[in-house]
């Protein structure tokens, strides 16, 4: 069973940073990658930034410059460096965690953490 527990969400100011943290239940390198997501309401949930297991990025174009994404596969941990934070950046964030091989594919999923930026 793998559980994924973000933590790092709140009330920020336009213009201020968070850091969102995703720890997962065993190793993250089993993964072949992981990312975030978010949902604002009203809208679909879209990719933020997602990291593969041999550490490439990728990542939305409005968030580029702005975000980092790492991991540490001690801790078996993803991060989200939110910088310069924006009131369009309001939204539910997912952790999620994908498992794919020749015929199948798993994704993993947080249960989310709020982000909300004023203006």
């Known amino acids: 069973q793998v559980q994924l527990v973000e933590s790092g969400g709140g009330l920020v100011q336009a213009g201020g940073s968070l850091r969102l943290s995703c720890a997962a239940s065993?190793?993250?390198?089993?993964?072949?990658?992981m990312g975030w997501y978010r949902q604002a309401p009203g809208k679909q949930r879209e990719l933020v930034a997602g990291?593969?297991?041999?550490?490439?990025?990728n990542y939305a174009d409005s968030v580029k410059d702005r975000f980092t994404i790492s991991r540490d596969n001690a801790k078996n941990t993803v991060y989200l460096q939110m910088n310069s934070l924006k009131p369009e950046d309001t939204a539910v964030y997912y952790c999620?965690?994908?498992?794919?091989?020749?015929?199948?594919?798993?994704?993993?999923w947080g249960q989310g953490t709020q982000v909300t930026v004023s203006s």
């Open positions: 990291i593969t297991r041999g550490d490439s990025t």
């Open positions: 065993g190793s993250i390198f089993r993964f072949n990658a």
């Open positions: 999620n965690a994908r498992m794919s091989g020749m015929t199948i594919m798993n994704d993993y």
